[in-house]
C-alpha cells in the first residue's frame, strides 16, 4: 500500500470513531499518528517512546491492513491506552519483562471492556496464562498492571521454588543424568515460565516498551497526560453523550480526582444562598370582592427571585493558564451544584473580552466555558463599572491581584458589603492578598 492509502484508512479509522467514541477521538486527534520507515520503526512496527505520539513503520501498517484492519486498529488503541494510563511512567523500579506483559495485559482488558471499541477493533486471541496470573491478585473486579504485575512475580517465585527443588531431586539419582536433566528441566522451566506465548517480538504483541526516562520528567508529563484526559472528558460532555461511547470506567476516578474543587468556595456560597429571600412580596389592583364592606384591599403575591451570581476572571497575561483552568473548574463545580441561579461568567483583562450569563435552566456549553478569552493587562475598572450596571447577590473576582494601588483600595471598600469575595492564584500580590476577605486559594 501507497503512504497516502494507509493515511486514508487512519483518517477513515478517526472520523469513525468521531462518531462512535468521542472521548477517543479527542485524545487521538491531541497525539500526533505518524508514519516512518526507520530503524525504530522496523524494529518495534508501533510505538511510542514519549507520550506525545504513536509511530508506525509504513510496512507495518501496509502489511496489517491487508491482512485485518481492525487488528491494526488495535494496535492504535493498544499504544494511545498504554500513554493514558502512564505505563511509561510508571514503569520505574519495575522488572521490565513483568511489567511489559502486565501493562500489556491491562490494555486488553480495558478494550475488552468497552462496547464500542470491541467493535471497531480486534484484540488479539486471550493470551495464555492470564487467568492463572489473575488467581495471584486480590479478588477483585478491577486489575491495575501493579496488581498483575504482582501476580506475574509470586508465579515465578513459585515456578523458581518448583524449579529447584525439581533440580535437587535429579541432583541426587546421578551426577551424568543431572547434566542431561538441567538442559531438559532449563527448556521445560523456560516454557512454564513464559506462557505468554504472545509477547514474543514477532508475536501478536510487539516488543515496543523501551520505556527508560528520566526522573525529572515525570511530574511534566503526567501533567499533560491529565490535561488531555480532562479535556477529553469535556470533549464528551458537550458532544452530549449520546452514543455508548462515554467515559470509560478506568478514567472515572482520576477525571473525579482532577475535577474536585480544590477551595471551600461552593460551602461559602451555599451559605449565602441558603440566607437568600426566594420571594419578593408585591401588590397587585385591590380585591374588588371587599367591596361590599366599602373596602378595597390590595391583594399580595409573591416574585420568585433567582440568585444572582457574578463569577469575574482575571485572564490577564500575568496569570498562567493552568490556573485559569483551576479557576474555571471551580466555577464548573460551583454551577453544576446550584439549583436556582443566574450566573454572569466574565473574562477580562485590561476590558471585559466575554460574559457567558447562565441560569439554572441552560445547558453548559464546555466549548465556551473553557475557551480563554483576554491575556493583556490587569486592570479592576471593568469589574467596578459592571457592579455599578448590575446588582448581584455575590461577587467572585479571581486574580493573581497585581493591581494599582487605587484598585486595591476599592476592592476592600467593596468588600465590606460582605457580597464580594476574592479567588487567588498560586502565584499572588501577597502584600493585597493577605488583606482582602473572604480569599479562597
Known sequence: MKKNEIIEEIKLFLSYIYIKHPFYNSLLSSIDIELESTEDSKKYGIYSFNNKSIN???TFASKKIKEDKKSFFYYIIHELLHILLKHKLRSINKEKKN?????????????????????????PDQIQGVNRVYSYCEDKVDFSAEDIYFGLNKM??????SSK??????????NCE?????????????FEKEPFEQFSENGSHLNNHDWDMDRKDLEKEEKEINEKIIKAFEFTELSGNKTPGGVPGCFEELIDLLKKPQTNILQYITKIVQNFKKYSTSYKRGDRRYLYQKLIVPSKYKNQKHFNL?????????????????????VYHVVKSLKSFNIDIVQSDVGISDIYSISNKDRIDMEKLMTIRGRGGTEMKPLFELLEEKQYDFSLVSSDFYIIQEEFEELIELSKSGKIGFLTTEDNNKDYTSQLKPLFH
Do not use: P
Open 56 to 58: 508506525i513503520d509504513k
Open 99 to 123: 511489567w511489559n506483559k502486565a501493562s500489556d495485559i491491562v490494555v486488553d482488558e480495558v478494550i475488552k471492556k468497552d462496547e464500542v471499541l470491541r467493535e471497531i477493533v480486534r484484540t
Open 156 to 161: 515465578e517465585e513459585e515456578e523458581d521454588e
Open 165 to 174: 527443588k525439581q533440580e535437587s531431586e535429579e541432583n541426587e539419582s546421578s
Open 178 to 190: 543431572s547434566c542431561e536433566s538441567e538442559e531438559g528441566s532449563e527448556q521445560s522451566f523456560n
Open 310 to 330: 457574578l463569577f469575574y476572571i482575571d485572564t490577564s497575561g500575568s496569570v498562567r493558564k493552568e490556573e485559569l483552568e483551576k479557576i474555571i473548574s471551580e
